[in-house]
Antibody, heavy 117, light 110 residues
């Protein structure tokens, strides 16, 4: 069974940093691209970033480019999102998702990031 | 601001059918596969349809997807109270090199 478990969310002040992690199990992690998707309170889904299986290809939404960095450690079956220069508008539940042919086929339960002074 | 437009809400009685449209452009829907996601209240999204019209295992055939030109449609037949959720379309945008989600549609079972 595919399992994705996010961690690292919490309350952070504007301008601060946070690192999210996603622990993957139940599939060959190193064979799949992975995605981060977020959802602000009461709002729709927003794609944040994607990374290919070997980290050769990385993409970011314009809203986070230059501030967020996606990475992965295939030996540890883990996905990361380093978030710097956080803003109030980054407040959201952050989901990691396994990519399967361009779709996010499996999702974690999400971790809440709150940016507030 | 999403580049994929969906109706904010649709509703129908139990047992009836609803359709949800997703309108985009040639750089996204027109040249890429479309996926559909269901998000039940308080839960993570779940993949319903991929590659325009394919269902992952475990998704009932009451859910169907189609695509024509720069628009896609999700259909739900035999509507059940458990189908009350938010539904999102999604696809890659080749011009922007980003993944885009639709604005989302809330389905209400009357």
């Amino acid at each position: 069974e595919v399992q994705l478990v996010e961690s690292g969310g919490g309350l952070v002040k504007p301008g601060g940093s946070l690192r999210l992690s996603c622990a993957a199990s139940g599939f060959t992690f190193s064979s799949y691209s992975m995605n981060w998707v977020r959802q602000a309170p009461g709002k729709g889904l927003e794609w944040v970033s994607s990374i290919s299986s070997s980290s050769s290809y990385i993409y970011y939404a314009d809203s986070v480019k230059g501030r967020f960095t996606i990475s992965r450690d295939n030996a540890k079956n883990s996905l990361y999102l380093q978030m710097n220069s956080l803003r109030a508008e980054d407040t959201a539940v952050y989901y990691c998702a396994r990519d399967h042919g361009g779709s996010s086929s499996d999702w974690g339960q999400g971790t809440l990031v709150t940016v507030s002074s | 601001q999403s580049v994929l437009t969906q109706p904010p809400s649709v509703s129908a009685a139990p047992g009836q059918k609803v359709t949800i449209s997703c309108s985009g452009s040639s750089s996204n829907i027109g040249n890429n596969y479309v996926s559909w996601y269901q998000q039940l209240p308080g839960t993570a999204p779940k993949l319903l349809i991929y590659d325009n019209n394919k269902r992952p295992s475990g998704i009932p055939d009451r859910f169907s997807g189609s695509k024509s030109g720069t628009s896609a449609t999700l259909g739900i037949t035999g509507l059940q109270t458990g189908d009350e959720a938010d539904y999102y379309c999604g696809t890659w945008d080749s011009s922007l090199s980003v993944y885009v989600f639709g604005t989302g549609t809330k389905v209400t079972v009357l």
